[in-house]
């Protein structure tokens, strides 16, 4: 097994690893949690009512989701 600067000094190890993940995760958190109250909000203004009665409706088309 070859040894590198890297294993000898974990200083000059790459920037990212498992504090920028938990960094990430917690901005994914976030996010989804934004586009899910967003989400409701325009099938509450919409009315969900109205896609009920239509077969094979697609709520995210029909709310215009991006």
Wanted: proline residues 5%; glycine residues 10%.
């Amino acid at each position: 097994m070859r040894s590198t600067d890297e294993n000898k000094n974990p200083s000059l190890a790459p920037p990212y690893g498992l504090g920028n993940t938990a960094k990430l995760t917690k901005e994914i958190e976030k996010e989804s949690a934004n586009w899910f109250t967003m989400f409701m909000d325009k099938a509450l203004e919409k009315g969900i009512k109205k896609c009920k009665g239509r077969a094979g409706s697609n709520l995210l088309r029909d709310l215009g989701q991006n």
